[in-house]
């Protein structure tokens, strides 16, 4: 971790109680739609992957996919997506979360993953953990090998000791 990124903390909104009671919600909307901050932040992400083999990036729905495409196409990777329930149309598997604010369910289809493939998994925030372990799961249960993680966000809410068998890249931190 480093402090290198802490100024994009200027472009992420902090809106109180947010989806519900207690909750600091942390809205990405404006770092989105800065270039240059929206730029720095998929390059900071892909460039701790760079040195790595990675075959493909899984993306969490649905800001996870903004992070996770970006990514993928400057690590010229393939991009797999993670969807909540009832979204993917094929054959698919299925996972049960918590995350920070309530429950999930997530799923994955059952050809997007490749046994030995080399995966890193992306979203846009850390928090309990529980969304990313649940994508960490599904692409395990296919036997992908989890390369690493990586999050714009990481939160103090107990990801990272949640996903601690596993590389955690975050960007910022608060
Ligand atoms: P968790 O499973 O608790 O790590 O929560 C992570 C997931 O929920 C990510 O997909 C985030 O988009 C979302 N999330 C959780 N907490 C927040 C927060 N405080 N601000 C923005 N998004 C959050």
Known sequence: MSPKHEHLKKKIREIKNYPTAGISFKDITPLLEDKQSFREAVEGIANFFKEKQVDKIVGIESRGFLFASSVAYLLNT???????????PSQKILREHSLEYGNGSLEMHTDSVVPGEKIVVIDDVLATGGTAEAAIKLTEQLGGQIVGTGFLIELPLGGREKLKQYSIYSLIQY
Not at 78 to 88: F, N, Q, S
């Open 78 to 88: 393939g991009v797999v997506m993670v969807r909540k329930k009832d979204k993917l």
